[in-house]
């Protein structure tokens, strides 16, 4: 026989207060507060980088609705990571324009460069690669986004100038950090190769 | 997208104002002639006045579909304000998932004058009779997000939101939805299973988002170009709007084109310019060396077209009779050194994995194709593997699965079959990749797809 363990949780011993405030004022604008599911998971991942079980259970348990609901919700979406990931997610376009243009290259650069994978994090936490559908900028093919970034007309010497960039500004004061989620603006960056 | 000044609110309604560095505020937006739809929509017309005008312009839908806008509002019911029978909300949707590969404009739109979809939404509302809206996100648009909620916050602190807009009974709420990166999620029904907080999986019709979309309420769903067409023919008139056109169908369209041509990018043309004026004219023709192969008119979802298509017009109708669909106007190019079977195994790889898996013909056919198409790229393809690729291109058609979203995958795979034939059987017969500077798909290392003649693929 197989004892299953039950844990009850409060969700107010796990999210922070604001946490709870920024989901529900998502809640607040909806009809329903299981409609806040994919706001409120952004919320609690802008703040702990990713989604650990903890915070799917705290967060179903405060919208009122079953974790499996919200477990089909967060598993269904590319920019939910259930994964602890690194400091910057590098989502790299896979779709067709960039596919034509040779994005081939420029991704097996970037997996030299760091030494991973798609699906892996650097030994140091700053980097984990992932691929994305189209990212909407195919005029400027290859493309890839990293936080709130998005870099176009990427080579792979482009490539790698960007990220040894954030390598370099990793403890200084990085130009519009990409992790401060607060300011969103995504100013396009062009790194000048010489 | 540069606006020169030659073009006016009168021939470019769409994009004469954007600006992608900075766009305009409330103030300059309305110095420019903005709001003045929404004004004289919510001051001088009723909303069944507004939907004869939308249904007298012809104005089709530019999310893929290209219906009928008027048709579709008017499916939805109206009360009168005392009617015990009306529903507590009624809602439109503003469809901002742009998500289907090749296509780019709505994202110009939000980034380079949000406020004309602010104004837009207001007018579109007010004539179907909501008083909530959401703009649906991708939630990879970060800029736009940015840009359409200052839009938003400014509209509200001048009341063209909110209650009694501009002294009038009408009452609006608009708010920003940002998704999470799926693009099934674009599928209107699919859309609203999302805003309600489930899995996006979508709906089946009838009953119509129109009759019963969000939480059950009446729900209109256009997309971002569409709405933005509505303050332009509100202010101009229905004749206006219909001569902008030399086809039937009416306005302007932006369109796109991706790959290999000297300077891609987005127009904003009269609807029906031909192919090769958008291919040779505006995105410059083909890049130096390469040759045209072939084409996808209208996004990721659409038949290729071949080099004998290029005199005919982009308009729904003309592009349908030449076998294909204008879908979202972004033209995808081919050329004659990128491999055709490589092309189409990335855009089938896109549906698979983006298939929600609801229902199995697409759940279990896209990877299936997948897998064929990755055997014959890399050399390794039978011949009943042709025959195999045909079949599932039955088993997915319309349908036979509960959304669009395997048809769509279906029509570049049954085109290419037809049309690139011989690429197909060389792959077979030699054993290799005749294309030995094109791309191998990713996931596999870049020699894998072994090239013929012993070259590894750049
Ligand atoms: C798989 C799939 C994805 C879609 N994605 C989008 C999209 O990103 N944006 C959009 O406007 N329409 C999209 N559509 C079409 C919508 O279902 C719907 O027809 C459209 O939003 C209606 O707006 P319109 O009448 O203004 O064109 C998609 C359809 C399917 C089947
Ligand atoms: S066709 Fe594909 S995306 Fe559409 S419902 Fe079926 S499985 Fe889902
Ligand atoms: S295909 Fe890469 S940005 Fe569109």
Redesign the interface.
Known sequence: MQIIKTVTLDYRQYLTEKEILEIEHEVS????R??????A??IVQHHRGWISDESLNAIAQL?A?SSA?LE??AT?????YRQPVGRYVI?IC????C???????V??AIKTHLGID?GQTTADGLFTLL???????????PVM?IG?Q?YEHLTSEKAVAILNGLIQSKDGNLPGDILDKTD???TIVEVKND | MTNSASQSSMTHPLTHLVNLSQPLSLTEYIREGGYQGAKKALQELTPAEVLAIISDSSLKGRGGAGFPTGMKWSCVPMFEADDVNAPE?KYLVCNAD???????KD?MLMEGVPHQLVESMIISAYTIGADKAYIFL??????S??RLQQAIDEAYSENWLGKNIQGTNYHL?L?V???????ICGEETALIN???????TPRAKPPFPQVSG??GKPTVVNNVETLCNIPHIIKNGAQWFKQLSPESDAGTKIY?????VKT???WELPMGVTIRELLYQHAGGMADGLKLKGLLPGG?STDFLLPEHLDTPMDFDSISKAGSRLGTG?L????DQ?CPV??VL??IR?FA??S?GWCTPCRDGTPWAVEILTRIENGQGKQNDLDELANLCDFMWLGKTHCALAPGAVEPLKSALRYFQDDFQQHIDKGCCPYTGS?????LA?NVAQACGGHAH?
């Open positions: 604008i909806m009809e329903t299981e409609s806040a599911g994919i706001e998971l952004k919208l609705i609901q089909g919700v269904f979406y590319n920019l939910i989502h896979d779709s067709i324009s596919h034509l243009l040779g994005y081939q290259q991704l097996q798609y691929s994305n559908v189209c990212l909407g900028g195919c005029d400027k093919a986004m709130q998005h969103v603006g995504a | 909300h742009e998500m289907e590969p090749g296509t780019f994202r991708r939630g990879e648009y970060h800029l997000a940015k709420e708010y939805h940002t998704s999470a990166g799926r693009y999302a805003l309600e907080g489930k899995r996006a969000l939480f796109a084109v991706c790959g290999r891609p990018g987005l990721a972004g995808i190019v081919l050329d990128n490589a092309m990335n855009l896109f994995q983006e929600c791309h191998s798909q990713s996931g870049s750049g």
